[in-house]
């Protein structure tokens, strides 16, 4: 089994990056074969996930439904001397996101047609991109997480920067600076964590159960090291941030360890969601970024944050995440109402869209970060599950939306070669087929039900009441500015009697290449809009897990803090108040 | 003592090869035609060439043993030798700058100045 | 038949009759453009489809009646047949003085639930699409497919205009012609069977969140619809603002359902078995226990939510606990006396009336009702079908369906905003000029009723309205669309005298006229204690009624409620009899048109003829074996009165009283006068014309002008808030541009500086040191060139002086 997940996911992960190794060997003067291959080797990477999903071989890596563990997980050593493992797996939290990854950027291959410049040097990095994407996903060791996001990083510079439109240098160099900002917090916070990990505070079935080790006896053994273990394993991380007072200690300004790193990994994870105030690299990269890569950067790029949340400043820092859970969820509504008044005010049909993906976006964080497992509540974990899974469900959504919707305004951009919404109208007479497709694609962001948007934000939003009653009625606003900004622009673009820019005689019906890249997305949004299970069902149980282990973490542990720092309180409160408590 | 009155020695010796030294020495110093240089050149080392023979030598000295022994003596022949190649090298620089300038005068042979 | 069958027969029927229309959409979807010649087989097969529907629907009514025999409400105890799934019956003494009988039971209403399928479970937390069909669902579905089959007919000759290319007088291009377009026959009828399928969902569901989820389906189809012209700007702005001003009321509706949802944890009308053997109770008997009489009774995760200290309390002390349920009973056993102090009686008045909110957008009442007028942008069957039968009563209908959980505050709430709307809207449509706006505000209107009746704690009344309305005003609107199709302009003064020429549209129209006055013989006391008339007649003498019954028992609230039913009355009488004089009698005001009037093709005029025969025919009753009412009556949850928690004064009768010939006779007789009131008026003004309608339009200009511009609630919406919401949108896109990446930019200028000044540093410092090291060596080496002179002669001096020198001084120190 084991063996089956190491071929299987190293394969996924790493076959387009020998893919762009093979382009190497391909001249450049045949771009359509460079492109066919390259579609060829994500199509061979989506068939692969595909596989893995539905595909019951033994000899395959399979991913089972229903259960809620790491799966397929496999760990090689990698750099001994600092306990870095090669070690992937996937559960419900990361599988999902890995088939969004591979179908999205087989989509925005075949998207990448109209690319005509240094086509050989666009493919590698395209795909060593989706290398990295895939690794960041799937990658269980913190290290190897962080090279992968690196990884990720570097292509992306370079397809906005020398692909893009003519502000190109600027977006790039601002994209490529604020993710790296986040990523120097997420590495000083990895270090942090690292040096204050030790694997001997773990019991031997926690250390098997992390992927540690194999067996007990090994376990054992790295019990009994006279030094300190470090370690890089997420999963062993996770358990010692909820079963161990490790990272507790008191790190800097009375916060302890956890909450600097809760803090500083947040920051990082933020940037990339992106959530206001740090949002504004969004806009700028993707109205530069060609239509392929702005797909890929709101299909993918943008779950990344949402992903890290979840699989590691919550489990990881739970203390922190609990007590900084109002600045997570009042980030994610702020988001919400500031992305979507934004797009309300754009001219720019790109820069609407990308601040639609600002507003959206803020679901996710609200639904992450609605901690209503407290006393207040006997610890009923079932509203914060169904804000998370609304999260994550809100992830996969906006990963078919926002896409499609980055496509649609790239179809119309190719043919008439502006963005001007005050420029556009009656397309819809024009070419009826496409633009009916850009209705049922906006009408998916817009959340009408029946369409995916809907799912992730209603349950999202009907999970925060029991947090706070504030929250809930800001989130519930937000679906009149949505309709609004949203209505608006297809009225300005779509409807009405006659196309008012430039090029209007270059505006043709949509071509059979780009209707099977809509086709599939708006398809993808009606189904999962009507049977949200077909995610739920591979998600749910791992989501579930999570916030059981949070909610049961609250219970036993955390509530004893908090009557401590009550009783401290008071104790201090009385002195103050009653001199004479002092005397007694 | 009088060196005169005394019978052959060393020191005899040693004073010719020191005044073929400083012949030597000057001939080199004053003449401006390269030949002249050279000869000068030949003139010290056989200056030098005397000293190692004299003083190799057994017979002129008291003890009947001499210093340097037979060493001096292959030094004497090295010399000699060296003394050859150096005149053929130095003669064909000669000829050399003969060609490119005409004239063997050495002053006029600056061109390695700094 | 046993209740078993129906419980298995019912979904499928109804289901059925739901999903046709959906297999419609998708087809014309696919393939309309290529169905017959352009796209003409669309029409047959969305009609094929709701006529099927249709007949599914009379045959799951026809099942019902059978199985469940209808009673008169005034007779004997309903059935005892219940759903063989739950049965929770609960007799209790109800001790109404006035009632025939005195006494009579409270049960559960009948009803059949279920889950189709699960959208998403957590924990007990569960999100479905289920059904709950009821006596009214099944009338709603027999409604409702029986109108939308006659539109459909009628709309296969009314939209036959878009079978070929249209050309659209309304819209001008910039080169200065009129819009050329090819026709969009087959689109038409694929909203129209996407509007079907939706509002049937919507009838059909069985949670909340389901009907929520067709709650926005049906908008997004009225959206579709008004905009149908799609190169009007007035079209697309039209169904802009509908679909926005029904989301500001979804954000109500959203916040109900958070409070719904937080405090209960269920989105189920009824009591559903689960899959495990044990039962779920749904909001309605959680609200409404049975064994508590039906009294309102604040569920048990409402009341927790507004105590979370105690639960705290408790979980705290528990938490060691291994046992899970210890805390939880411990829980349960605290609760009893806050609930008896009314806690998260407040969550179950912010649940009522966000739930209300949304239908005030559906529905649109005051203050949300501005966006239907303008809806009537789209083409008149859409107006008829969407915006006056069906879709704009889901807000009634929901209403009605959650009665159950409304508070007495809350229906109060819903009492004033129908008592409002119905005059507001009553009296803007005196000035509209344009037949279909009439109309519209004429629906606004009733709709207010139909809110006041439920409101005023008339249940079956304001649903009863509901349906008869729903057949009068949708033959009102096709009588209109017929009249616009004739004329091609929807302005009545340019109309008059068309009955000669279209003989079928006028006479109808009459009967639709009369039907929504509530024409009918008032009732005569020992004679006839009912009266007799039109289907208007029964309901809005009901609605009349009950609003004088609860007049009687809250003297300030019942008095103006009641003020204004009857006030509306009359002035509906006025304007809807000013449309049909107007409209048909009297001298033509513009022979162009006059001339070219024709009658329409019979495809168009028989769905009238149907129409007006159910308008007349609809509320009448046969006891025991047919009436609206007494089948409502099996869908009634029992809705004892109530005294409001915070308003201990508001009491509600119950709403049999209101059938008490003593309250009857009044209400009836009220209705009556003020109706032939309003009548005579419109007559005098535009039947005989003794009055000059002009000159009264002079007398009272500043009452006009108000009335004319819609008493300045668009452009009070737009400076309170459209403007501001742009302006918010300019300030943060500024604050995006300036503020943030004016901050980000800058931090890189400076950093750019930064590293200008580092540079200055390293040019001139550091590699100052660096190089003046290498000047001096240079220097130094180049002070040293002179000695080499490339002189032979002078080297050679120079070692002898050199050797010389060297000689003497390690001789001199040596010696030294």
Wanted: net charge negative.
């Amino acid at each position: 089994m084991e063996q089956s997940a190491l071929i299987w996911l190293s394969l996924i992960v790493f076959l387009p990056a020998l893919g762009a190794l093979a382009l190497v060997a391909i001249p450049s003067d045949k771009p359509d074969v460079i492109k066919l291959f390259s579609l060829g080797v994500t199509v061979a990477v989506f068939l692969a996930t595909c596989v893995v999903a539905f595909g019951g071989a033994t000899d395959t890596a399979h991913f089972e439904k229903g259960v809620a563990e790491m799966q397929d997980a496999f760990s090689l050593p990698w750099i001994k001397s600092f306990n870095i493992y090669y070690f992937m797996g996937m559960d419900g939290i990361s599988f999902t996101l890995v088939m969004l990854t591979a179908f999205v950027t087989m989509l925005s291959m075949g998207a990448s047609w109209s690319i005509d410049r240094h086509v050989k040097a666009y493919c590698i990095l395209f795909l060593l991109l989706e290398t990295g994407m895939l690794g960041v996903f799937l990658a269980l060791d913190f290290f190897l997480f962080y090279v992968f996001w690196e990884v990720m990083l570097l292509p992306m510079y370079f397809l906005i920067g020398v692909w893009g439109g003519p502000r190109r240098e600027y977006a790039a160099i601002k994209f490529f600076l604020y993710t790296l900002l986040g990523s120097v917090f997420m590495l000083i916070a990895i270090l942090i964590l690292y040096f204050n990990s030790d694997l001997r505070e773990l019991s031997a079935d926690q250390l098997v159960a992390a992927h540690v080790v194999d067996g007990v006896d090994a376990a054992e053994a790295i019990r009994s090291e006279p030094k300190a273990q470090h370690t890089f394993n997420i999963l062993a991380l996770s358990t010692m941030g909820q079963h161990t007072q490790l990272f507790d200690d008191e790190l800097f300004l009375g916060k302890s360890l956890q909450w600097w790193a809760f803090l500083l990994l947040l920051i990082g994870f933020i940037i990339k969601v992106p959530a206001v105030p740090v949002h504004t690299w969004l806009p700028d990269a993707h109205v530069e970024a060609p239509t392929p890569i702005s797909m890929i950067l709101a299909g993918v790029l943008l779950k990344m944050g949402g992903y890290g949340i979840i699989r590691i400043c919550y489990p990881i820092c739970p203390d922190a995440a609990f007590d900084l859970a109002w600045l997570v969820t009042s980030i994610g509504v702020v988001s919400m109402l500031y992305g979507a008044f934004a797009a309300l005010a754009q001219k720019d049909f790109k820069r609407l869209v990308a601040y639609s993906s600002v507003s959206h976006m803020g679901y996710v964080m609200l639904g992450i970060g609605v901690w209503s497992a407290t006393a207040g509540n006997n610890y009923n974990p079932e509203y914060w599950q169904m804000g998370m899974n609304g999260a994550m469900f809100q992830m996969i959504a906006h990963g078919i939306s926002s896409p499609g919707m980055f496509f649609m305004v790239g179809v119309i951009y190719e043919r008439v070669h502006h963005r001007n919404l005050d420029e556009f109208g009656g397309l819809f007479a024009k070419s009826p087929v496409y633009s009916g497709i850009a209705f049922g694609i906006f009408f998916a962001g817009l959340g009408l039900p029946g369409l995916c948007g809907f799912i992730g934000e209603v349950f999202v939003t009907l999970s925060v009441w029991n947090y706070s009653h504030v929250l809930a009625v800001l989130s519930a606003a937000t679906v009149i500015l949505t309709a609004g900004y949203i209505l608006w622009t297809l009225q300005r673009v779509y409807l009405g009697p006659e196309y008012k820019g430039p090029h209007g005689d270059h505006i043709t019906p949509i071509n059979g290449r780009e209707l099977a890249i809509a086709a599939p997305l708006l398809a993808l949004a009606i189904l999962f809009g009507v049977y949200p299970r077909a995610i739920f069902d591979y998600m749910t149980p791992s989501v579930n897990k999570e916030v059981e282990d949070l909610a049961g973490w609250t219970r036993a542990t955390k509530e004893s803090r908090l009557l401590e720092q009550r009783v401290e309180l008071d104790r201090r409160r009385g002195i103050e108040n009653d001199p004479l408590i002092g005397e007694e | 003592m009088n060196p005169l009155l005394e019978p052959v020695g060393v020191s005899h010796f040693m004073a010719v090869g020191a005044l073929m030294f400083v012949c030597g020495v000057v001939c080199m110093a004053t003449k401006r035609n390269a030949l002249g240089v050279l000869m000068g050149i030949e003139l010290v080392l056989n200056g030098a060439n005397i000293n190692f023979v004299a003083l190799s030598s057994s017979f002129l000295s008291a003890s009947g043993k001499s210093g340097l022994g037979l060493d001096g003596q292959f030094i004497a022949l090295f010399v000699i030798v060296l003394a050859a190649a150096e005149a053929a090298v130095a003669l064909a620089i000669t000829l050399n700058f003969y060609n490119n300038h005409a004239t063997v005068d050495v002053d006029r042979a600056d061109e390695l100045k700094g | 038949m046993d209740t078993k069958t129906l419980a298995s027969l019912l979904p499928i029927l109804l289901g059925i009759a739901w999903l046709l229309p959906l297999a419609s959409f998708t087809l014309i979807v696919l393939f309309g453009p290529r169905m017959g010649k352009h796209g003409v087989g669309a029409s047959y097969l969305a009609t094929l489809a709701i006529v099927s529907g249709f007949a599914c629907s009379v045959v799951a009514l026809g099942l019902w009646m059978w199985v469940h025999p209808l009673s008169s409400a005034h007779a004997a105890a309903p059935e005892e047949s219940i759903d063989a799934a739950r049965q929770h019956e609960a007799v209790v003494d109800h001790g109404a003085d006035g009632h025939a009988s005195g006494h009579h039971e409270l049960k559960t209403p009948i009803y059949y639930t279920g889950d189709l399928y699960t959208l998403g479970q957590f924990g007990k937390l569960k999100v479905t699409i289920s059904f709950y069909i009821d006596a009214l669902t099944v009338g709603m579905f027999a409604m409702v497919t029986l109108i939308a089959s006659c539109i459909h007919f009628y709309a296969i000759g009314y939209m036959h205009d878009e079978l070929h290319d249209v050309t659209d007088h309304e819209v001008v291009l910039s080169d200065g012609h009129h819009l050329h377009r090819p026709g969009r026959f087959h689109r038409f009828f694929q909203y129209l069977s996407l509007f079907c399928f939706s509002m049937l969902g919507l009838v059909y569901a069985g949670n909340i969140a389901m009907v929520f989820v067709f709650w926005e389906l049906v908008g997004i189809c009225s959206y579709f619809l008004i905009g149908f012209y799609i190169e009007r700007k007035s079209a697309s702005n039209a169904a802009n603002k509908a679909f926005i001003v029904n989301r500001v009321g979804d954000f109500g509706m959203i916040i109900g359902l958070m409070a719904l949802w937080g405090g209960i944890g269920t989105f189920a009308f009824g009591d559903m078995e689960e899959p495990d053997g044990t039962t779920s109770r749904g909001i309605f008997s959680q609200v409404r226990d049975a064994e508590n009489g039906y009294k309102l009774t604040i569920p048990d995760g409402m009341v927790r939510a507004t105590v979370p200290e105690v639960v705290e309390e408790v979980a705290v002390d528990h938490r060691n606990n291994p046992d899970p349920l210890a805390a939880e009973s411990e829980i349960a056993s605290r609760l009893s006396t806050y609930r008896e102090q009314h806690y998260g009686y407040w969550l179950l008045v912010i649940a009522g009336v966000g739930i209300f909110c949304g239908c005030v957008g559906k529905s649109a009442q005051f203050p949300l009702h501005v966006w239907l007028p303008d809806a009537m942008e789209g083409p008149t069957p859409v107006s008829a079908l969407v915006h006056s039968a069906t879709m704009v009563a889901a807000g009634v209908y929901l209403t009605g369906r959650f009665y159950p959980v409304f508070t007495p505050e809350a229906r109060l709430v819903i009492a004033y905003c129908g008592a409002i709307t119905l005059f507001l809207a009553a009296t803007i449509a005196i000035t509209a000029t344009d037949i279909k706006r009439v109309l519209a505000y004429s629906t606004v209107s009733q709709l207010g009723y139909m809110m006041l009746a439920l409101g005023v704690g008339g249940w079956v009344a304001g649903l009863f309205h509901l349906i008869t309305h729903a057949f009068f005003k949708s033959l009102l609107f096709l009588c209109s669309g017929s009249v616009i199709h004739a004329c091609h302009t929807n302005e009545m003064p340019k109309m008059g005298g068309l009955l000669k020429k279209m003989p079928w549209t006028g006479y109808t129209m009459l009967v639709g006229c009369l039907a929504i006055i509530g024409a009918g013989l008032p009732p005569v006391f020992g004679f006839w204690p009912f009266g007799f008339g039109l289907s208007g007649f029964y309901s809005k003498d009901s609605i009349i009624a009950q609003a004088y019954s609860f007049w009687t028992e809250n003297p300030t609230h019942g008095m103006i409620l009641f003020a204004a039913a009857a006030g509306g009355a009359s002035i509906t009488a006025f304007y809807m009899f000013r449309l049909w004089f107007m409209t048909f009698i009297g001298p033509p005001r513009d022979h162009h048109i006059y001339d070219h009037a024709h009658e329409s093709p019979r495809i168009m005029y028989l769905p009238l003829v149907i129409l007006a025969f159910f308008a007349v025919v609809i509320g009448w009753t046969w006891p025991g074996v047919w009436g609206v009412t007494d089948l409502l009556e099996q869908a009634r949850w029992p809705a004892e009165a109530s005294a409001g928690v915070l308003l201990p004064n508001l009491h509600y009768p119950d709403e049999h009283e209101s059938h008490v010939p003593a309250v009857h006779l009044v209400a009836g007789l009220t209705a009556f006068s003020t109706a032939l009131g309003g009548f005579l008026l419109a007559t005098v003004f535009y039947g005989v014309r003794w009055l000059n309608a002009a000159e009264a339009r002079q007398q009272f200009a500043p009452i006009y002008t108000f009335l004319v511009n819609k008493w300045y609630f668009d452009e009070l919406y737009d400076f309170l808030w459209v403007r501001p919401a742009h302006v918010v949108a300019g300030v943060v896109s500024w604050f995006d541009k300036q503020v943030i990446d004016g901050f980000i930019n800058n931090l890189a200028r400076w950093t750019r500086g930064l590293a200008d000044i580092d540079d200055l540093i390293d040019r001139y410092f550091v590699d100052g040191l660096v190089n003046l090291t290498a000047a001096w060596t240079w220097s130094f080496g180049n002070s040293l060139r002179g000695l080499q002179t490339g002189k032979l002669r002078q080297y050679v001096m120079l070692i002898v002086i050199g050797t010389v020198a060297l000689t003497i001084i390690i001789n001199f120190a040596s010696a030294g």
